[in-house]
């Protein structure tokens, strides 16, 4: 196993530096380009929802991203430092009444293209998400 | 690199070519702008190309579902060419295939308006 910790800004130039680290590593234990794809875009949604909705921007709050290699899997976390959300009170954005709302899309993502997901309450505070990606399962 | 977008006639259809991203940011914002624009000046025939558009995320799905409200609205259709695999898959995941009329190739998407 090897892990790299990155503290990030709070601004949207950090979700290309998140998503480069992450998928430098995903290269390196041999995932191909489609899974490259649904990674990075993944990570991409999580970092967004914790620079915008999480840290709000706030020059004063940090991302936290861990990336963690496995010989099997790539496991990410991503951690801000806002006031933390309810998953369940997210809108199903299938639902019929939802389908035109411009946003709430984000977690359905990130669900598809991970094969574990969760979102928990971050120590000692904020949103800590985290993520796994198995290379056996790749296609 | 950001969205780049270009529209052209054809008969009274006004088709929307699409390069690079539609995501937070410039790109989601020029696509936005570019088809509010549209709309606005009352183009109610719009096809939107994106066969050359490589990426697309949750605030470009926005976006284009705002698009589609915004032009939905001035008595207008919005409609989609030329998906790529992965964004074919985005409208899948999210459902949007029942909203968006997606068609193949340009003629028909075309002859589709009358």
């Known amino acids: 196993m090897a892990e790299r910790e990155l503290l990030l800004e709070s601004t949207l130039d950090s979700v290309e530096v998140a998503e480069t680290a992450v998928l430098d590593a995903a290269r390196e234990i041999g995932f191909h380009e489609d899974d490259l794809h649904q990674l990075g875009m993944a990570v991409r949604e999580s970092m967004v929802n914790a620079v915008v909705h999480g840290n709000r921007y706030n020059a004063r709050k940090k991302v936290h991203l861990s990336v963690t290699k496995a010989e099997d899997r790539l496991t990410i976390v991503i951690a801000d430092e806002g006031d933390g959300f309810d998953v369940s009170t997210v809108p199903d954005p299938l639902a019929e009444d939802n389908l035109l709302r411009q946003s709430g899309r984000g977690l359905l993502l990130i669900r598809a293209f991970v094969d574990e997901f969760q979102v928990l309450p971050g120590q000692p505070r904020g949103t800590e998400v985290r993520m796994v990606k198995y290379l056996a399962k790749a296609s | ?114």
Do not use: P
């Not at chain 2, 999210?94 to 028909?108: G, N």
């Open chain 2, 1 to 114: 690199m950001s969205v780049k977008m270009s529209s052209r006639q054809v008969g009274d259809v006004t088709v929307v070519d699409a390069t690079g991203r539609i995501t937070l940011g410039e790109g989601a914002s020029v696509f936005r702008d570019v088809i509010r624009d549209l709309a606005a000046k009352g183009n109610k025939k719009i096809l939107v190309n994106l066969a050359d558009v490589s990426y697309i995320d949750s605030s470009g799905i926005g976006e284009m579902v705002s698009s589609f409200t915004t032009v939905t609205n001035h008595g207008g259709q919005l409609k989609l060419l030329s998906l790529t695999k992965r964004v074919k898959d985005l409208l899948q995941i999210t459902k949007l295939y029942t909203v968006f009329e997606v068609f193949e190739d340009e003629a028909s998407a075309v002859r589709s308006f009358a």
